[in-house]
């Protein structure tokens, strides 16, 4: 599945997939579910997960500045906060989105 339209409306992101369905996530839902390993930790070989310390997500965390396509496989947000780092499969904005497998 693939995304033919992605806006940001307010504070959620549309997004229309190539099967016809829309999406609608809340920015601070997509900000919070960064996947990057600043946010998520790392796994090492046997598994374990090493993350830095939380830190408080402020207001700018959650504007959203522009979207930048990452091949034809992902999404890459970039905001206020200048955090951008956090790459988005499409299978896993779905998931994000709670209309994909498992939401």
Same mark, same amino acid.
């Given at each position: 599945?693939? %995304?033919v339209?992605i806006? %940001?409306i /307010?504070? +959620? &992101?549309?997004? =229309? @997939? !190539? !099967?016809?369905s ?5 920015? +601070?839902r &997509?900000?919070?579910?960064c996947p990057? $390993?600043g946010? =998520? /930790?790392e796994m #090492?070989i046997l /598994?374990?997960?090493? =993350?830095?310390?939380?830190?408080p997500l402020g207001? $700018? ?5 522009r ?6 496989? $992902?999404?890459? %947000?970039? @905001?206020? #906060?200048?955090?951008?780092t956090?790459?988005y499969?499409? #299978?896993?904005l779905?998931?994000?989105a709670?209309?994909?497998? /498992?939401?």
């Amino acid at each position: 599945m693939r %995304p033919v339209m992605i806006e %940001p409306i /307010g504070q +959620e &992101l549309a997004v =229309k @997939w !190539d !099967d016809g369905s829309e999406s609608f996530v809340s920015l +601070e839902r &997509l900000r919070r579910a960064c996947p990057c $390993a600043g946010c =998520k /930790g790392e796994m #090492d070989i046997l /598994g374990n997960v090493y =993350k830095g310390e939380e830190r408080p997500l402020g207001p $700018a965390a959650f504007r959203l500045l522009r979207v930048v396509n990452v091949g034809t496989y $992902a999404i890459q %947000p970039i @905001w206020g #906060d200048q955090h951008a780092t956090g790459i988005y499969s499409f #299978d896993y904005l779905r998931l994000v989105a709670g209309t994909g497998p /498992g939401g």
